[in-house]
């Protein structure tokens, strides 16, 4: 009796244990944080410096860490604080790995050693605030845990409290530290315009791996995600330590093996002409830094961020619908757009099942060519002869919303705007302004040129029925200047402009709240977790050849939900000269939010009737593909065949996505193991096409993970999808 009710008790003490998430030891002056697949600690040391002590599999005991302690110097080349794993190190005193915080004070000294000030827990919340040893400059961490996808964002608030300027040099979001040991990887993604997010995979050695954009943008040859693993880490298994960078202009994420077997990742603001000017009383806050640890592989860090990205981050708007099926011309007629061109596109897209009707550049100002108009935001009479208003009451007649492409930043310099105002364009005084596709970017750093663009889209969102902005940016930054504020202000322009271009959209989605939004860069050139708090999706990439398309693909989805992923299905021969089937286009588009981009007029009808049973059957899926979870079976990089499946959180359905890239002797794709299904359960299978061996249409979903299928894909670019449903849902 007295055992069990000492069981009970225990019971009722470990679940109390779990309850909260953020616990203190003032004994130890321990926090520990917990999340349902991981937990984080951080302590101070007697000496009031902040260590990170522990992150990896979940704890229950605050008691079992040990607590914060200042470490030995090895020798007067490793001085101790090289060890002390410092959560948040200042640039000062004998430290050489990357700071978080690095500054100069308007007397020259750049001494920077913080020390533990106070706490604060609020619910899943917790901030902890630093000073320097003398002066009043304090680094507040916050800390936000999302304990149900063991992720924890990061971010700092510096405030200048001392009487003098500073300047701050780095300001990172967060120092995050792997436990000690050697036989890391890295996981990163980079590319270039048209090729992006290509996922690689290397070891990690001493010394530093450099992850970053000085382009303004996020860019397209480096995207703010990372993940670290512990070598040996599978799809399915091993310790992947994944995270995420919020912040649309210029970052950093640095990948660092110190002498001593300490691998950590720091992220933040790009040092790289960083200068920020703190008068006193004023404050810096850096961008969210999301990081989380799963023991259960790459599989689940991605599912993990896809979840965090859709309850989490994403407008709340956004998070309660489903992505649309839409339609955009531009590959089809680029420039070339007119009202009855675009009416007739819509008539066909609607018969397809098109929810969405995109009008892309070309409609406005002068824009015959990309020479000019940009800037000009007013509906071109001749493309138009009836406004646009007659374009959108025909799509909407058809059932299909309406959107448009803007590019609100950029401005051609043969534009009525630039002419206004040429002084509205960043650029070193009388130095030579490069074009970049004939355009210049507006400071949007400015609040006067920041109320203009809000203003015009205002105006476009208020006067007409658009449901949906694609907001483009088609150039890297140069010549960043700003002179029309004081010279030790100018490199200010990083920060503001990107604070200034979330601003737009904050109030664009506050007074329009119905309005959905693209972010598109020239493809997948401003994909990161800062934007999507304002947008319903990206456009992945302007490579839309769909055999391309599975690796840029795959790469997105390591660290962005399909949900995100605006994926069209184009005309044949594109970009690379390879030709694929419509129903091979199709299904590759289908694994996120599915798009048409195809010259319309040119589809037969056979392509047509095709085009509509995969519309429809797209439809039938789109909630396990946009909300479910994504299981990576077989990648592109290295077999001969792809393999994604999808399966929704009851278990009760799923879609199997296969495609043979070219056969070789005869021999049979992979064997397709399912994953993430309802062993218990019997499912009924069937491909859309017959592209399945064996007779049996049901399978118990142990039978499915066990012995797995066997997908019939021959010859080159062959594909399938394979539709699961749970069977007594058809009894
Ligand atoms: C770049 C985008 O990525 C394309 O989809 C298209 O909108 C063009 N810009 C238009 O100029």
Redesign the pocket.
């Known amino acids: 009796m007295r055992s069990v009710a000492l069981g009970l008790m225990a019971t009722v003490f470990s679940l109390q244990a779990f309850a909260q998430s953020i616990t203190y030891s003032p004994e130890k002056k321990i926090w520990l944080i917990k999340t349902a697949v991981s937990s984080y600690a951080m302590g101070v040391s007697p000496e009031g410096q902040l260590q990170h002590l522990y992150w990896g599999g979940p704890l229950w005991r605050i008691e079992d860490l040990p607590a914060a302690s200042k470490k030995n110097d090895i020798s007067s080349f490793d001085p101790g604080q090289m060890l002390d794993n410092e959560e948040y190190p200042g640039w000062g005193g004998p430290r050489y790995y990357e700071p978080a915080l690095k500054i100069t004070r308007a007397d020259g000294d750049r001494d920077l050693v913080l020390r533990y000030v106070s706490h604060q827990i609020r619910g899943d919340e917790l901030d902890i605030t630093l000073k320097d040893i003398r002066d009043d400059l304090e680094a507040t961490l916050h800390y936000r845990v999302y304990e149900d996808v063991g992720i924890i964002a990061r971010w700092s608030t510096i405030r200048n409290k001392t009487n003098q300027k500073i300047t701050i040099e780095s300001a990172q979001s967060a120092a995050w530290y792997m436990p000690r040991g050697d036989g890391y990887r890295l996981s990163y993604l980079s590319g270039r315009w048209a090729a992006e997010t290509q996922l690689n995979r290397e070891p990690i050695h001493e010394g530093m791996k450099v992850l970053e954009s000085r382009l303004g943008h996020t860019g397209h040859n480096l995207n703010p995600w990372f993940a670290v693993d512990s070598g040996d880490a599978l799809e399915e298994s091993g310790r992947v330590w994944f995270g995420a960078l919020a912040w649309s202009g210029n970052w950093r994420i640095t990948v660092e093996q110190t002498p001593y077997q300490q691998v950590r990742v720091t992220g933040g603001f790009n040092t790289f002409d960083f200068a920020y000017p703190l008068e006193p009383g004023q404050s810096l806050e850096t961008p969210q830094f999301y990081a989380g640890f799963t023991s259960e592989g790459f599989g689940e860090a991605s599912q993990l961020m896809h979840k965090l990205e859709r309850e989490y981050i994403q407008p709340l708007q956004a998070k309660a619908r489903l992505r649309p099926v839409l339609y955009?011309s531009?590959e089809a007629t680029e420039f070339n757009v007119s009202e009855e061109g675009q009416k007739t596109l819509a008539d066909k897209a609607a018969k397809l099942g098109v929810e969405l009707f995109v009008v892309?550049?070309g409609w406005f100002g002068a824009r015959n060519t990309?020479h000019a108009g940009l800037g000009d935001w007013v509906v071109n009479p001749k493309k138009f002869p009836h406004g646009l208003n007659s374009l959108i009451e025909h799509v909407n007649k058809l059932g299909m919303d309406f959107g448009l492409?803007v590019?609100p930043e950029m401005v051609n310099p043969d534009s009525n705007l630039y002419r206004a105002h040429p002084d509205w364009v960043m650029n070193f005084t009388g130095r030579p302004r490069s074009e970049l596709r004939n355009q210049f970017i507006l400071n949007l750093a400015r609040d006067d040129v920041r109320d203009y663009i809000f203003g015009v889209l205002d105006k476009l969102a208020s006067e007409y029925k658009i449901r949906y902005f694609?907001w483009?940016m088609?150039r890297t930054f140069s010549e960043p200047g700003w002179p029309d504020v004081a010279p030790d202000q100018q490199k200010e322009l990083w920060v503001k402009y990107v604070l200034n271009f979330y601003d737009i959209l904050a109030r664009l989605r506050a007074k329009h709240p119905n309005l959905e939004i693209e972010s598109?860069?020239?493809?997948g050139g401003r994909v990161d977790l800062g934007v999507l708090r304002y947008v319903d999706e990206f456009?992945t990439s302007?490579n839309t050849e769909a055999f391309d398309r599975l690796r840029i693909q795959e790469g997105f989805s390591q660290a962005y939900a399909a949900k995100l992923m605006s994926a069209w299905v184009t005309d044949v021969p594109n970009q690379n000269g390879r030709s694929t089937s419509l129903e091979y286009r199709f299904l590759v588009a289908m694994q996120g939010a599915l798009g048409v981009g195809a010259n319309l007029n040119k589809w037969t009808d056979d392509d047509f009737a095709l085009g509509t049973r995969m519309i429809a059957l797209y439809k039938q899926i789109r909630p396990v593909v946009q909300s479910g979870q994504l299981f990576r079976l077989l990648s592109p990089r290295t077999n001969d065949t792809t393999a994604n499946e999808y399966v929704s959180p009851d278990k009760n359905d799923a879609v199997l996505f296969g495609f043979r890239h070219s056969q070789e002797y005869n021999t049979a794709p992979p064997v397709i193991y399912l994953r993430g299904l309802n062993a218990r359960a019997v499912y009924r299978v069937e491909s859309i096409e017959g592209k399945l061996a064996g007779s049996t249409a049901e399978y118990s979903g142990a039978y499915l993970m066990q012995n797995g299928l066997q997908l019939v894909l021959k010859g080159d670019f062959d594909s399938t999808a394979v539709l699961i449903q749970a069977a007594d849902k058809h009894r």
């Open positions: 955009n531009w892309d550049d990309d492409w590019e694609k483009d088609n598109c860069s020239g493809g456009w302007d």
